[in-house]
């Protein structure tokens, strides 16, 4: 089906938008995905397309027309590579990227994977997961970041539920300060 049959058969007139696969989603806007019968045309119609996973998401947060809930209101980031906080992840294209990783990890499909001298940077990211650790490479980073976990949800347990986190980082997020 071609992106014209696919808004012929819709009705609908939508911008297809890329962005990443890692996301952090409101449950209402998870129940709208999974029930809006526009959106489930949409998906059907980009299984015969290049880049499904990279494009699904992104264009219902960024459809302002479909009103779905938990997205971003008018006036709020304008792309979805506005922020990513999900995922910690450096990409490496170019000498930079790549003199980078080389001194903090190694590249893998253009994505650096951490090394232990990446530990202190990591230490303070405020993206909630790592995107690729190896189990063969530098497996003190792995154990270090478990023990970083563990200490954290002991602090959380032994503290009654509140955990020692500077919440402004995210309290200021666009999709936190303009959704819907």
């Not at 007139?13 to 029930?35: E, N, P, Q």
Request: aromatic share 10%; proline share 6%.
């Amino acid at each position: 089906m071609s992106l014209l049959s696919f808004f012929k058969k819709s009705a609908m007139t939508i911008t297809v938008y890329m962005g990443s696969t890692h996301v952090l989603l409101a449950r209402r806007f998870v129940d709208f995905l999974l029930t809006d019968p526009r959106v489930q045309d949409f998906y059907d119609w980009l299984k015969d397309t290049t880049f499904p996973e990279e494009t699904f998401i992104p264009t219902i947060q960024f459809s302002p027309h479909l009103h779905a809930p938990g997205t971003y209101t008018d006036g709020a980031a304008k792309t979805p590579t506005s922020n990513h906080i999900a995922r910690y992840k450096t990409w490496v294209h170019g000498r930079k990227a790549t003199r980078h990783c080389k001194t903090k990890g190694i590249k893998q499909r253009h994505i650096c994977i951490p090394s232990a001298k990446a530990l202190p940077l990591l230490k303070e990211t405020p993206e909630l997961f790592i995107n690729k650790l190896l189990a063969d490479y530098e497996p003190l980073v792995r154990y270090c970041l478990e023990d970083r976990l563990f200490h954290r949800t002991k602090e959380q347990v032994l503290n009654g539920g509140r955990v020692n986190l500077n919440m402004t980082v995210y309290e200021t997020l666009p999709i936190v300060e303009n959704h819907q």
